[in-house]
């Protein structure tokens, strides 16, 4: 595909970014298998945190491209939590098994992280820069593995 500047590929994605620089609020997560994310021992990596639930159509929708994403640059410094606020934290893993997802997940079944970011709509994605910023935010899906998506991940990522 073909590489587009920063700003073009957030215009291309319809990304919201913040008003002023702020840090990413640092959070540890739950992940199904017993163990935790925590976001700042990531810092130097472009993360994207990703607000989804298992009964939320267009969060599957975008869920294949978010995951196709996570595998071309996993190695390359970027990091994809996806955080699940289903109240039933046990529906979490069929769900990722069967969609055959392989990016990490976190669980937040009371919304104490999601109401911390105040997401008001499923799905959201955040996209914290490398300092740990911030950068920009996108609510409702996206095409996650289009020439944009991947333009935002290299060009956060140098």
Same mark, same amino acid.
């Given at each position: 595909?073909?590489?587009?500047?920063?700003?073009?590929?957030?215009?291309?994605?319809?990304?919201?970014?913040?008003?002023?620089?702020?840090? @990413?609020?640092?959070?540890?997560?739950? /992940?199904?298998?017993?163990? /935790?994310?925590?976001?700042?021992?990531?810092?130097?990596?472009?993360?994207?945190?990703?607000?989804?639930?298992?009964?939320?159509?267009?969060?599957?929708?975008?869920?294949?491209?978010?995951?196709?994403? !996570?595998?071309?640059?996993?190695? @390359?410094?970027?990091?994809?939590?996806?955080?699940?606020?289903?109240?039933?934290?046990?529906?979490?893993?069929?769900?990722?098994?069967?969609?055959?997802? /392989?990016?990490?997940?976190?669980?937040?079944?009371?919304?104490?992280? @999601?109401?911390? !970011?105040?997401?008001?709509?499923?799905?959201?994605?955040?996209?914290?820069?490398? %300092?740990? /910023?911030?950068? @920009?935010?996108?609510?409702?899906?996206?095409?996650? %593995?289009?020439?944009?998506?991947?333009?935002?991940?290299?060009?956060?990522?140098?």
């Amino acid at each position: 595909g073909k590489v587009l500047p920063l700003a073009e590929a957030m215009k291309e994605l319809d990304l919201i970014r913040p008003s002023r620089a702020k840090l @990413a609020e640092d959070f540890t997560l739950a /992940t199904p298998g017993g163990g /935790t994310f925590k976001l700042s021992e990531h810092r130097g990596k472009v993360v994207m945190v990703n607000f989804w639930a298992t009964w939320c159509p267009p969060c599957l929708e975008e869920m294949p491209a978010m995951d196709r994403l !996570y595998r071309q640059h996993k190695d @390359a410094g970027f990091v994809l939590i996806a955080v699940s606020v289903d109240a039933d934290a046990r529906k979490v893993t069929p769900f990722v098994t069967e969609h055959k997802l /392989t990016f990490p997940i976190g669980l937040d079944p009371k919304m104490d992280l @999601a109401n911390g !970011y105040a997401v008001r709509a499923l799905p959201s994605s955040f996209i914290v820069a490398r %300092d740990g /910023t911030l950068a @920009a935010l996108a609510i409702g899906p996206r095409h996650w %593995d289009g020439d944009a998506a991947h333009s935002l991940v290299e060009g956060m990522a140098r």
